[in-house]
């Protein structure tokens, strides 16, 4: 048979014709496409038929095989954080604490470990959108020489609730509904909010989830926090607790929530995109490690509780000291066996770091391990590539389903005199460099007894919400109360949005005020507290709009061109773009061959339907006179224009597309500009323009 072929056509029986189809291989032996038992598969085009028309016969052990197999494909979804992305990188020490920990990762400056991190939002199944209202997941790999250490974490610092036992409540209640299925990927419904009005440890969470933290502009531009407090342990056994903070090197940047809808409609992918383009342009993610260190003096004199993970350590009260940053430089080769197949897993620790006594940490301690084995089908997941640890690993655990590695010898317990006979006798215990738990009692826990409760301080449900609210800036609050507006405006079991604004009213009357007028509901008093709230000062760490970085790197800028478009400003604005580490991205009526006005053929990277500008961070319109007025009558244009203006972007412009940007409404201000400006108000957002144009609560 001639490999090469890849239509014959056989006359058949009966006058009828029948195509034989075959696609040509590669040449090599590696090339040919085989069974998953090595045969060689002739014809992978074709089922094996009795006759011509058949019936196909079971004997077909190619189409057989072939179709197990697909069936099977799809293992179950995360309960939650089920839709995800994920990059290899590296993290690098730059400050040693080796005075505080023998973590290996965190001894020698300069030093790199391999991590895989993957980023997800909650709420959704793996297939939902990118950019609903949700928490999103940070979780990192940290292949270490001494082992796996996972710190499994979200972009937020707080949690919805203090103890793991109400976890599956919480998820029932955030996922779409029991008996209707829907909605998907959205806390915004009855259940969710009937749960976390009637759980006011929740609310500090709520105030983090209504901000502008649960639409973050990228992965790139989010922190990511561990959330509870973890145990540094050094030489001495001395332990010392620390919390972890991600830092994004980019600053921290967030959408518009109409913005976010908007981007729903125009790309489901759009943050999968951004993090999987810019690392394939060589534009690596970055973060800095910070960690916030103390000890039980400090821990005791505060007025609440470190064990509780509804709770921050302002940046104010405990300093983020930069240690390490983190890389990440490597799209992965496949996705299901890389992102689909890591199981993360708070347990996974290594000698120099210890848990706390938190309770959410101690039940996830046991999920994880738990859950891995629904997913992935069998004990032995961990000897998966992207699972694996990349120092050596060995113990007498045999077995199992699915089991990849072959132990030799008959050592598969201890102790054995084995090695006594001249036989291997395997690997023994390491007392001095193995993992140790700390012994001690986290302050509080000398009560004893078995108990189920929670220590008092865990009753304060508001302090600290109350602290977020101060924190931001006026327009931030905005957002924040016009969501909770949203979000309580698609409840309909009666009794709930006043049952949630009376908890709010113990955050602060004025956010409660805006929100019940959102509603049109009259004010409720305020709920009962369990321990009366105290007054933090204020943290501007909690604010991203105060922590924005005024920098076009890692932006996306849209321009807009037409025939005739001016070919001289086009190129100095790509290159300027260019030059500033944003891409530019053109946008045009036609997708080849635009005239520009010297006559040369511009190609454009989309067509303006497939890009309307809630995909860009800031938009240039570089339209001509003539173009313009086409563009007037064309509603993509005019919304690309009016989007943008919306969404608080820069708008560049020609002064011959002034007559566009007057029908989309655009008023001039401080990020309408022509070429000269543009660089820099395309670095920010222009959030003064807001009030101007929607009605914030
Ligand atoms: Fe998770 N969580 N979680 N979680 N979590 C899972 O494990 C769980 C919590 C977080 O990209 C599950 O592998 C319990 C806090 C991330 O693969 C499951 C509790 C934080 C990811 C699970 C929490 C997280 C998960 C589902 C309350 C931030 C995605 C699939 C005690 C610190 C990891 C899986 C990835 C995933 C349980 C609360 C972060 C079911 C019981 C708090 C980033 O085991």
Redesign the pocket.
Known sequence: MDDTAKFDTIAGQGGETHQHVRHSGPHTPEGHLTTNQGIRVSDNQNSLKSGVRGPTLLEDFVLREKIFHFDHERIPE?????R?S?AHGYFELTRSLSDITTADLFQRVGERVPVFV???T?AGGAGSVDTPRDVR???VKFYTQEGNWDL???NIPV?F?Q??I???D??HAVKMEADRGYPQAASAHDTFWDFVSLMPESTHMLMWAMSDRTLPRAFRTMEG????TFRFVNAEGKSTFVKFHWKPKLGLQSLVWDESLKIQAADNDFHRRDVFEAIDRGAFPEWELGVQLFDQALADSLPYDVLD?TKIIPEEVVPVTIVGRMVLDRNPDNFFAEVEQ?????ANIIPGIDFSNDP??Q??L???L???LK?LGSTNFHQLPINAPKCPFQNFQRDGQMQMQVPRGRANYEPNSLGAHGEDGGPRECPVTGFTTVSARDGADEQGGKLRVRPEMFADHYSQARLFWKSQTDSERAHIASAFVFELSKVTLQGVAPRMVANLRNVDDELATRVADGLGIDLPAASQVAREPIDLAPSDALSIQKNLKPTLQGRKIGILICKDSDATVFSQLKADITAAGATPFVVGGQIHGIPLSDGSLADADAQLLGAPSQLFDAVFVLLSEAGTGRHLKEAASIEWVMNAFGHLKAIGHMPEAQPLLDKAGVVRDAGVVGVDGFIAAAAQRFFDREPSLRTLA
């Open positions: 995360r309960i939650v954080h089920a995800g994920a993957r980023f997800s909650v997941g940070f979780a499994v974490g979200n949690f609730i103890d793991a109400k976890f599956p919480l998820v926090f561990g959330i509870h993970a890591v199981a993360y897993c708070p959410l940490l039940g996830r046991f999920s994880y738990d859950t891995q997913r």
